[in-house]
């Protein structure tokens, strides 16, 4: 007959402390993690919902800076590069930006990455770089400092700029959505428009 947990050595009631202890911990990082993946999945959900205006439009076709400073051009940009299987080049401007922040201690490790990501002969996502200064990132990503992709992130900026920009202001993309704010303007004269119904005319072409 089991005469309770009193009759138990020291040291089993302190493993089942320490296990009981362990789970907890796990179950509340476990717990963490379900509250992160949600807040991730609902930022997303919002930023998908979001529609570019009229202003924001107008001001792509203006200058590639204006595309690629602002979130929502870089998204529709990057869109548009993706039917063009270049995508890779508005992730690597974007890996860069992000690595001018990182602090001293990760520099090290996120310049490999974004280096065997991005920028070494036959990277999972290789962006189109010269000779030289593919092998210059090299050296510079061996001494690494926040500025060993500068130069390398220039080049594919100019690369978008000179390149896939002008396509992009021809193309079937930008030419809807600007359709699609002068139909939702004249119709919004004519009736008596909700903000739900633009957003819903507008995401048809996004």
């Given at each position: 007959m089991c005469k309770g947990l009193a009759t138990l050595p020291a040291t089993c009631l302190k493993s089942a402390k320490d296990i009981k202890h362990k789970i907890n911990i796990f179950l509340q990082r476990q717990e963490s993690q379900e509250v992160d993946q949600k807040q991730t999945d609902e930022k997303n959900e919002e930023a998908a919902k979001r529609v570019p205006t009229a202003a924001e439009v107008e001001k792509w076709k203006e200058s590639f800076s204006f595309v690629i400073n602002c979130e929502m051009g870089r998204n529709v940009f990057t869109s548009?590069?993706?039917?063009?299987?270049?995508?890779?080049?508005?992730?690597?401007?974007?890996?860069?930006?992000?690595?001018?922040?990182?602090?001293?201690?990760?520099?090290?490790?996120?310049?490999?990455?974004?280096?065997?990501?991005?920028?070494?002969?036959?990277?999972?996502?290789?962006?189109?770089?010269?000779?030289?200064?593919r092998e210059e990132t090299r050296q510079k990503v061996m001494s690494v400092s926040h500025s060993c992709f500068d130069?390398?992130?220039?080049?594919?900026?100019?690369?978008?700029?000179?390149?896939?920009?002008?396509?992009?202001?021809?193309?079937?993309?930008?030419?809807?959505?600007?359709?699609?704010?002068?139909?939702?303007?004249?119709?919004?004269?004519?009736t008596n428009y909700s903000t739900t119904d633009i957003r819903e005319e507008l995401a048809r072409v996004a």
């Open positions: 548009f590069l993706r039917s063009e299987f270049s995508q890779e080049n508005m992730q690597f401007w974007v890996a860069c930006e992000d690595f001018k922040n990182t602090s001293v201690c990760k520099l090290e490790k996120k310049a490999k990455f974004i280096y065997q990501q991005y920028v070494a002969v036959d990277s999972p996502n290789e962006v189109n770089l010269d000779a030289g200064t130069e390398a992130q220039r080049r594919i900026y100019i690369l978008m700029e000179k390149d896939s920009y002008r396509r992009f202001l021809h193309s079937k993309l930008i030419h809807d959505l600007s359709q699609a704010h002068t139909s939702v303007v004249r119709k919004k004269q004519n």
